[in-house]
């Protein structure tokens, strides 16, 4: 089985640097996504790590230990338009997908 | 289509009804996956399609729960005799087989509510 834990909520004030974790233990692995979900609406991909490191893109970028079961998604010069849920999501082998609970961000002014 | 394509947006059902829902992933597309969010909660796996292979329905929540893909294309979630637990909304996604870097696009989704 698989088993994703991230934190429910973090607040973070606009223009700073936020990390938001995540921890899994897992029987298969390919890599390890992460999607932005704004309330209301579906998620959209950010971020798909296959190798340990850090992989970056604009404002985003995502970190992966697969010996410690670790990734972080670290959000750089912060927007309100930033505020909303960060899934953390496994690619468990056969190309099948699966989500934790999501970090809701709330980005203050 | 561009997207994924989910239909309907809305449903109101009555408890103890079936509903269909339905799912038009992107053309090409051949894996497909349902997933069930209810409120300020992270996405729940139901059921994967993966091509022509036998779909993994590990994540349905019950008996009551089915789908089906016909033709590798569009797919029908169906929920029979309906519970009010079951209101949630309803999200599907495909993606590709080829390549490491296979990407979720998701639909919409289904909003579902049983009264």
């Known amino acids: 089985g698989q088993n994703i834990d991230q934190p429910t909520e973090m607040t973070a004030t606009e223009g700073a640097i936020v990390q938001i974790n995540c921890t899994y233990q897992?029987?298969?692995?390919?890599?390890l996504f992460w999607y932005q979900q704004h309330a209301g609406e579906a998620p959209t991909f950010l971020s798909y790590?296959?190798?340990?490191g850090l992989e970056e893109k604009g404002r985003f970028s995502s970190f992966l230990s697969r010996s410690k079961g670790y990734s972080y998604l670290l959000l750089k010069e912060l927007q309100m338009k930033d505020s909303a849920s960060y899934l953390c999501a496994l690619n468990t082998g056969g190309f099948k997908t699966i989500f934790g609970a999501g970090t809701r961000l709330f980005v203050k002014a | 289509g561009a997207g994924v394509s989910q239909s309907p947006s809305n449903k109101v059902t009555e408890k103890g009804k079936d509903v269909e829902l339905r799912c038009d992933p992107i053309s090409g597309h051949t894996a497909l996956y349902w997933y069930r969010q209810s409120l300020g909660q992270g996405l729940e796996f139901l059921i994967y399609f993966q091509g022509n292979s036998a779909p993994d329905k590990s994540g349905l929540p019950s008996d009551r729960f089915s789908a089906e893909r016909t033709g590798g294309s569009v797919s029908t979630l169906t929920i029979q005799r309906t519970q009010q637990e079951d209101s949630a909304v309803y999200l599907c996604?495909?993606?590709?087989?080829?390549?490491?870097?296979?990407?979720?696009?998701f639909g919409q989704g289904t909003r579902l509510t049983v009264v």
């Open positions: 897992t029987s298969g692995f390919n890599g």
């Open positions: 996604a495909s993606s590709t087989s080829r390549g490491m870097n296979t990407e979720a696009f």
């Open positions: 790590n296959v190798l340990d």
